[in-house]
C-alpha cells in the first residue's frame, strides 16, 4: 500500500521531516580503542562562527542507560546491562562517543569538530577472545564486570532414555560415530539505506524526537532512562524508515539528541551520522565461534551435541548475551529431534571491539552456520544424502523446547515438504550425481541447508502488541498501530488482516503508518519477526471486536431484522440479504440524534506462545578452482512460515533474506585492524554487499500450512530467509571440491588458503 | 498550558508546518457582485514562467455544496443548504470566486491572477432587503429559491393566562403602554490575528489538509462533500491556530485547496489568504434588522413582544437561518419571565452582498442589541431605574424554554447578584443621582445591559464529543480530543478537568493539542462556547473511565488491600495510606509478564441538555457632545457561568470579548459600496478594531454558581462576553445625552445625525 507514494517520492521519511533550517549536531568520536579520555579542550571549537555550544563527557548527565531494544518487562532481569553515558569518558571502543557539537549548519560543525583537543590516557586494545578474557588492568572494561564476561548461559539437556546417564558419557563411547568442529561467523554490517538519524524539539516543556527506528515506544523509553526524566515527558515519532535489519532495534543517538536539544532550549537538533558512522558507530553482527563436539551412530542418528559458543560483544552490553543464546539455541532446537542429550553454553563478553548488537534473524545464522557445518561434514564424511540425513533428525510438528515446555513447540510438517519441492526443483539427486566425481578447475557443487526460527520473543521476553480501530463515516476504517512499518511490508499484512476480522474490503482499511509514541497504541516494534504473528494477533481481536460493535449498532438500528452479520462492508441477515450498508450504519454512529457514538475498538494482546518456522535451501554453484572465485547458478528457498499472507511480499522478504545471506557466504565482514581496534572497511566500496549483478534470479517458495498459534495460521517470515543460504554455499562448495570450510565469509582470500591447504591449487 | 511556547514562538501553527518549497494557489475573485461568467482566457496566464496550472469555473466538479461548521445530523433538516461549486460561474457577491491559479511561487501566481481575462454578463446588484426580497429575474441568486429567502422562522408563544386570546389582542389593549422599535446591527468583522490557510498534500492515495480552522472533523466531512469522495479519503490537522471567532467555524478554501492539490498529482499546495481577502472573500456578521412591537404595564412588566427581524445573509447561504433565529431566540427569553405572550420572526435572505457567517456569540449581540434598546428606551421613557427593570423581567431560575421543553432550562440564579456586585463596583445609584441634571459639551452617562446565552446547540442541533486518555509508564496521562484549542485555554481546562476525574495532579495530563481526523477521537469542535460544557462531559467520563481501571489493576496487583482509590496519583487504601505509587500500576501494566494491558478509556459523550448562562455589562462614559466623541470610563461585566474553571483564562476572555462588543458599539462596520457591492474598507487602517489605547481596563467578574447538567458545575463562557457591552454603551450615551440610537456602530457620523437630530449641536 506504500508502494507508489515510496517510489514517486511522495512517502516521508525522518530527514524530510525536519524543520529548515534546524541546528546540526555530530557527534566527536574516539580515536583510540581502549583508554580514558583526560582532557578536553574545546576552546578553539566554541569560537567558530555558527557554533552554538560543545558538550562532553565530562558534561552529560551521570546516568549510565542500556541501548538494546529490547521488549523490558518489570522483572529484573528482563532489563538490559546499563553501562554507558551519552558521552563517555572511558573510551572502550574505537570511535566512542565523546563529545558532540551543535552547530548553525553542517560546515561549522565539522570545523568544529577539528578544532576539539582531546588528551588521552590509552591502553592497549582487547580485541579478540583470548585478551578479552584476560583482560588485566587496562583491558578491564567496566567495573561491574572485571573479566569481561557479561553473561554465560548453560543448558544441559535431560538426558533421554536409560542407556546413558550423562552426556560426557555419550561423547565419550567409542561404539558412537565423533566429531568436532570449530567454526566462525562475521562482523556483518546490516547495510540499510537511510542513515541513522533523528533530530528532536520541544514543546510544551516536552522532548519530541523524530527518528528512524524500528522501535519508537522502546525510544521513548531509554531517551527517558538515559535522561532521568519521566517517560511521559518524551514524544517519539517514527516515520517511514529505509530499512533497519536489527541495527535500529538499538537506541544508540536518540538520548544524546534529546539531551543536546534540551542544552540549547529546545530548538530543533538534528543528528544525522555518516555512512562512515554508521559502520563504526552503529551496531553490527557479532563474530561468533563455536566449538562443537558430536557423537552419531551407523543410522544416520545423531546421539548428542555439545556447542560452546563466544560472543565478541565489544565496548558495549547492548544486547548482552541475548544474541549468542539465540545462536546456540537455534543449533540445538532444529537437529534434537533424536539425540539423547544436547549442552549448549554460550558467552558473551565485553572487548575493545566496536560495540555488536541485533542483525536480521538475531544469532541464528550464526548459530545455524555451526549446524550445518556440523550436518553438511557428517554426510559428506559418511557418504550419506544430505537431505536425507537432515531430514532423519530435524524438527517435526510436535517437536517441544523442553526448556520452556507448552510454550515453544512446533505445529506444522511443512519442512519435509519443503525439502521435496526443493529438491525437485533444482533437481538434487541428478545433480548430486552428475557433480559426483569432477576434476579439472572448474567444478559444480550442490548444497542445502535446513533451518529453524521461532517466532517473537515468547516465553523468553514480554510480547504485547496493541492495536485501535476507528470507523470512518464512509465505512472506511483508520487503523493505528504501534507495530512499525519498516519495509518490510507490515502496513499491507495488517489492513489484509484487519479487513477480514472486521468484514470490509483490504482497500476500505487505513493504516496509519507514522506511530507516534503520545498516542499510537502500545507496541513494543518491529524486531524478531514477531509483527504479523504478536501484533497481527491484537489485530485480529480488535478487528472482531469492531465488527462486532458495529453489527450491535446495526441491530440498534434494525430492531427487527434478526440475526446480523457484516459481510465485505455490508450489514447482510441470515438470508444474506443486504440489510444495511456499512456507511448508513456509521453516518448513523456519528450523527444520530438518538445515539450517536464513534465507534472503535482497541485493546492489548499478550502472547505467551511461541513457534517456530522452518525451511530450507538448495545452491547450485560453479567453483573457480585457480581464480578461488566463486559463481551462483540457482538459489532456491522453501519455507514452512504457516499461511502466507501476501505472496508478493512474502516472496520479496525472501529475496531480500537470500541476498543478505549470500553477503555473509561469500564477501561481507566488517575488518578491524589488530593494533588499533579501528574498522578497516566502513565504506560500501570495501565492504561489499551482493549487488543485483552478483545474484542469480533467487527463487523462493512457500509450503503453506496452517500454524493454530498465529492470528490466521501464520509465524515468522520476515528474518528466516536470512539464515540457510551462507551454510548452503558452504555445502555445495564441499560439494564441488571435498574442502570443509568454517570461517564465513568465504572469501576468495580464505577459498585460496583451503584449497592450497588440500592441494586443490 | 500552551502559554510559554505561544510566547516564544515555539508553538507551530499551519505554515509553520508547511512544507517548503510548496506549490502556492491564489484565487481569482469576481470584480463584479451580480452577473455570470460567461468566458475566461488563461491563455497567458498559463504561459508565465512558474505557472503550474489556471483552473476556472468551468473545470471544477458539479458537485454543490455548503460551507456552514454545523454538527451535521442523519436528519436531513441539520443539513445546511448546498448552494456553491469550488469555483462559481453564476456571480454572486462581489468576490466570489471564479478561478484560481497554482504556482511554484507567490510572485507567479500574482502574475498568472492579473493575466487572467474574464468575461462577465453584468446584472445590477441587490443589496439591501428591498432588493434582494424584490429580484426580478437578474436578482436571483439561486435557483431553488427565487425569492431570495432562504429561510423564515416564526415561533409564537402559547398565551399564558386567561385574559388575552392573542399576542395581537395583547398589543392592541389601549390599557397598556405601548412602543415600537426599528434598530440595526452591523457587518462585522472576527478580525482574527492569523489569516485563513491551509496547504493540502497528498499521502497513500489520500489527502491531508493542515488548517488553521476550529473545527477539523467538519472540515473533513465538507471536503469529502465538494469533492464526491469517501469522507475516510480526508485526513485534516488543525494545528494551534490564532484565533478564528466564528470565521473559522466556516469551510471555505480548503475543498478548493484540496482539489487543486488533487490536479497537480499530490504535491503539497497552500493556500493562503491575504488580509483584504480575509475581509472581503470569508465570513462576518450578518448585518441585521430588528422591528419590535411591545406592550408593557405601569408594573414594570412586559405583557408582550413581537420581534421581525431580517439578516441579509449575502451570495452563499453558509450558516442559514441559524444565526438569526438565534438573535430572536436570545431576544425572547432573556426578558420572558412575566410577559404573556411573545412572537419572533427570523427571516434570512440572499443578496449581492459579501457572505456572512458565523461570529462570535452566533447572533446572540444582535437580538440583545434590540431587546436592549427596547428595555433601556422603556425605562428612560417611564423613569425607571433600568437594572430594577430589568430585573423584573429578566430570566430567573427556573426558566423554561417552551419550545424545548426539558431541554433547555435555567439552573441558576446568579443574575442577581451579578447585578448587584457589578451596580456596587460601578456606583450605579451614586453616578445615576450625579448624571441625573447634566447640560454643556461634555456629559457623562452610565448604562447597563443584561443578557442570556445558551449553551452548545443541544437540543436544537446533535451535541457529541468523545476523548481518549492513556496512562503513560510514568503515571502521567495523555488525553486526545477532536475538541480543539483555538487560543482560547481549551487545552488547560480540560487538563484540569481529565486531572480531577483520574485523581492526578494537573500537570500529569499532557494533552495532544494538534487535532488530526485519522486519528483524533470525533467532536465537531470550537464554536457555541459548547466544548467545556459538551467536551468536559466526555473529558469527565473518559477519566473516571481510566481511573476506575487503574483502580482495577491495582487491585490485581494488591488483592488483598481491600477498597482501593486513585488519589492525587497515588493508590490509596481505604485507611488513606498509599499502596502504590501510580507509576509502579503503570509500569506493571505496561510490563507485566502475566497481565500487560495498556490501561486506556474511550468514549462518546452525547448531551441532549442544554442551559443558560447569564450576566450583566455596566458602562461608565463621557460624551463630548460637539466632538460626537466617546471615551469609556469604565466597563465593568459580571458573569454567572456556573463554576469558573480557571480564574485567569476566564477574565482573559473576558476581556477579549468586551473589546469585541465595544468595536460593534463604536466602530466596528464593514461599508459596501452601494453600486457594486465592493467592500469599501477591508483593511486594518479603515476598520478600526479597539486597540489597548482604546480601552479602559475591563473590569470582570464572576458569581460562580453551580450548574447542575455542566461536567463540572460549569457552562458557557466563551461568547458571552461579546454581548453586552455594546448595548451598554448605547444604554449609557442614552443617559449621557437623552439621544436613542438604535443603529450599532454609534460612530461619530451616526452620534451626529442624533445630536443634531435632538437638537444638542
Given at each position: 500500500m506504500d508502494a507508489y507514494d515510496k517510489v514517486t517520492g511522495r512517502a516521508k521519511f525522518t530527514d524530510d521531516l525536519c524543520p529548515k533550517p534546524c541546528l546540526e549536531a555530530k557527534v566527536l568520536h574516539s580515536t583510540i580503542a581502549n583508554g580514558v579520555v583526560t582532557a578536553i579542550d574545546t576552546s578553539e571549537a566554541e569560537k567558530i562562527e555558527g557554533v552554538v555550544g560543545v558538550w562532553t563527557c565530562f558534561d552529560v548527565p551521570d546516568i549510565q542507560f542500556g541501548t538494546a531494544g529490547h521488549?523490558?518487562?518489570?522483572?529484573?532481569?528482563?532489563?538490559?546491562?546499563?553501562?554507558?553515558?551519552?558521552?563517555?569518558?572511558?573510551?572502550?571502543?574505537?570511535?566512542?562517543?565523546?563529545?558532540?557539537?551543535?552547530?548553525e549548519d553542517t560546515v561549522a560543525a565539522d570545523r568544529a569538530l577539528r578544532a576539539i583537543k582531546v588528551t588521552y590516557d590509552e591502553y592497549p586494545p582487547c580485541l579478540d577472545t583470548e585478551s578479552a578474557l584476560h583482560p588485566g588492568k587496562t583491558g578491564e572494561l567496566h567495573q561491574e564486570r572485571p573479566d569481561n564476561v557479561i553473561a554465560h548461559m548453560d543448558l544441559?539437556?535431560?538426558?533421554?532414555?536409560?542407556?546413558?546417564?550423562?552426556?560426557?558419557?555419550?561423547?565419550?563411547?567409542?561404539?558412537?560415530?565423533?566429531?568436532?568442529?570449530?567454526?566462525?561467523?562475521?562482523?556483518q554490517s546490516q547495510v540499510h539505506i537511510e542513515s541513522c538519524t533523528s533530530w528532536c524539539k520541544m514543546e510544551n516543556g516536552r522532548i519530541t524526537c523524530v527518528t528512524s527506528t524500528q522501535i519508537p515506544h522502546i525510544v521513548r523509553r531509554i531517551i527517558a532512562q538515559a535522561l532521568g526524566i519521566g517517560w511521559g515527558q518524551v514524544k517519539v515519532i517514527k516515520p517511514y524508515i529505509g530499512g533497519g535489519f536489527g541495527n535500529k532495534q538499538d537506541v544508540l543517538f536518540e538520548p544524546l539528541n534529546a539531551w543536546l536539544c534540551m542544552q540549547v532550549g529546545g530548538r530543533p537538533v538534528r543528528l544525522e551520522l555518516s555512512r562512515e558512522e554508521v559502520f563504526f558507530a552503529t551496531r553490527s553482527r557479532q563474530p561468533k565461534t563455536f566449538d562443537v563436539e558430536a557423537a552419531y551412530d551407523d543410522h544416520q542418528n545423531l546421539v548428542a551435541r555439545h556447542c560452546v559458543a563466544y560472543s565478541n560483544q565489544g565496548g558495549y552490553a547492548s544486547h548482552g548475551n541475548a544474541l549468542?543464546?539465540?545462536?546456540?539455541?537455534?543449533?540445538?532446537?532444529?537437529?534434537?529431534?533424536?539425540?539423547?542429550?544436547?549442552?549448549?553454553?554460550?558467552?558473551?563478553?565485553?572487548?575493545?571491539?566496536?560495540?555488536?548488537?541485533?542483525?536480521?534473524?538475531?544469532?541464528?545464522?550464526e548459530g545455524n552456520w555451526a549446524a550445518e557445518c556440523l550436518m553438511g561434514d557428517i554426510a559428506y564424511d559418511q557418504g550419506w544424502d544430505g537431505c536425507d540425513f537432515r531430514l532423519n533428525n530435524a524438527m517435526t510438528k510436535g517437536y517441544v523446547d523442553e526448556f520452556w515446555p507448552g510454550k515453544l513447540a512446533c505445529y506444522t510438517d511443512g519442512l519435509r515438504e519443503c525439502v521435496r519441492r526443493g529438491k525437485a526443483d533444482i533437481g538434487w539427486d541428478q545433480k548430486r550425481a552428475e557433480y559426483a566425481h569432477q576434476e579439472g578447475p572448474i567444478?559444480?557443487?550442490?548444497?542445502?541447508?535446513?533451518?529453524?526460527?521461532?517466532?517473537?520473543?515468547?516465553?523468553?521476553?514480554?510480547?504485547?502488541?496493541?492495536?485501535?480501530?476507528?470507523?470512518?463515516?464512509?465505512?472506511?476504517?483508520?487503523?493505528?498501530?504501534?507495530?512499525?512499518?519498516?519495509?518490510?511490508?507490515?502496513?499491507?499484512?495488517?489492513?489484509?488482516?484487519?479487513?477480514?476480522?472486521?468484514?470490509?474490503?483490504?482497500?476500505?482499511?487505513?493504516?496509519?503508518?507514522?506511530?507516534?509514541?503520545?498516542?499510537?497504541?502500545?507496541?513494543s516494534g518491529a524486531y524478531a519477526s514477531r509483527q504479523t504473528y504478536?501484533?497481527?494477533?491484537?489485530?485480529?481481536?480488535?478487528?472482531?471486536?469492531?465488527?462486532?460493535?458495529?453489527?450491535?449498532?446495526?441491530?440498534?438500528?434494525?430492531?427487527?431484522?434478526?440475526?446480523?452479520?457484516?459481510?465485505?462492508?455490508?450489514?447482510?441477515?441470515?438470508?444474506?440479504?443486504?440489510?444495511?450498508?456499512?456507511?448508513?450504519?456509521?453516518?448513523?454512529?456519528?450523527?444520530?440524534?438518538?445515539?450517536?457514538?464513534?465507534?472503535?475498538?482497541?485493546?492489548?494482546?499478550?502472547?505467551?506462545?511461541?513457534?517456530?518456522?522452518?525451511?530450507?535451501?538448495?545452491?547450485?554453484?560453479?567453483?573457480?578452482v585457480p581464480l578461488c572465485k566463486v559463481t551462483l547458478d540457482r538459489v532456491v528457498e522453501y519455507h514452512d512460515s504457516g499461511m502466507i499472507m501476501n505472496p508478493r511480499t512474502a516472496e520479496q522478504q525472501v529475496h531480500g533474506g537470500i541476498a543478505q545471506s549470500l553477503g555473509m557466504a561469500l564477501s561481507e565482514e566488517l575488518l578491524t585492524d589488530p593494533a588499533s581496534g579501528r574498522i578497516l572497511n566502513p565504506n560500501l566500496l570495501d565492504y561489499k554487499i551482493p549487488t543485483a549483478m552478483d545474484l542469480p534470479d533467487l527463487e523462493a517458495g512457500f509450503v503453506e500450512t496452517y500454524d493454530p498459534t498465529g492470528p490466521y495460521g501464520n509465524k515468522a517470515l520476515?528474518?528466516?530467509?536470512?539464515?540457510?543460504?551462507?551454510?548452503?554455499v558452504r555445502d555445495a562448495i564441499l560439494n564441488a571440491t571435498g574442502v570443509k570450510f568454517y570461517e564465513a565469509p568465504m572469501t576468495p582470500q580464505r577459498l585460496f588458503e583451503g584449497f592450497k591447504r588440500e592441494g586443490l591449487i
Open positions: 521488549p523490558w518487562s518489570t522483572r529484573q532481569s528482563h532489563q538490559d546491562i546499563q553501562d554507558r553515558k551519552l558521552l563517555n569518558a572511558r573510551v572502550r571502543c574505537y570511535g566512542d562517543n565523546i563529545a558532540a557539537v551543535v552547530a544441559r539437556s535431560k538426558v533421554r532414555g536409560e542407556r546413558y546417564q550423562s552426556i560426557e558419557q555419550i561423547l565419550d563411547d567409542p561404539s558412537l560415530h565423533h566429531i568436532t568442529q570449530h567454526s566462525a561467523t562475521p562482523r549468542v543464546a539465540n545462536s546456540v539455541n537455534s543449533f540445538r532446537q532444529l537437529y534434537d529431534m533424536r539425540e539423547l542429550a544436547s549442552r549448549v553454553e554460550a558467552t558473551t563478553f565485553y572487548s575493545n571491539q566496536i560495540t555488536a548488537g541485533a542483525m536480521r534473524a538475531y544469532g541464528v545464522p567444478r559444480h557443487g550442490i548444497g542445502v541447508a535446513l533451518f529453524s526460527y521461532k517466532t517473537a520473543v515468547a516465553a523468553l521476553s514480554l510480547e504485547t502488541a496493541s492495536a485501535r480501530m476507528i470507523l470512518n463515516q464512509d465505512g472506511s476504517v483508520m487503523m493505528e498501530l504501534g507495530a512499525t512499518e519498516i519495509g518490510q511490508g507490515a502496513d499491507t499484512i495488517f489492513s489484509q488482516m484487519a479487513a477480514q476480522a472486521i468484514g470490509i474490503p483490504t482497500e476500505w482499511v487505513h493504516v496509519v503508518s507514522t506511530q507516534n509514541t503520545d498516542t499510537s497504541p502500545y507496541d504478536v501484533s497481527g494477533t491484537a489485530v485480529r481481536m480488535v478487528g472482531e471486536e469492531l465488527g462486532e460493535k458495529i453489527v450491535a449498532y446495526a441491530h440498534e438500528m434494525r430492531p427487527d431484522a434478526g440475526d446480523l452479520r457484516l459481510v465485505d462492508g455490508r450489514i447482510v441477515d441470515a438470508a444474506g440479504e443486504q440489510v444495511l450498508s456499512l456507511e448508513e450504519v456509521a453516518q448513523e454512529s456519528y450523527y444520530s440524534l438518538d445515539h450517536a457514538q464513534q465507534l472503535f475498538a482497541e485493546d492489548t494482546a499478550q502472547v505467551k506462545s511461541n513457534t517456530f518456522a522452518l525451511g530450507c535451501c538448495f545452491v547450485d554453484l560453479t567453483v573457480d520476515g528474518e528466516c530467509p536470512c539464515i540457510p543460504a551462507a551454510p548452503a
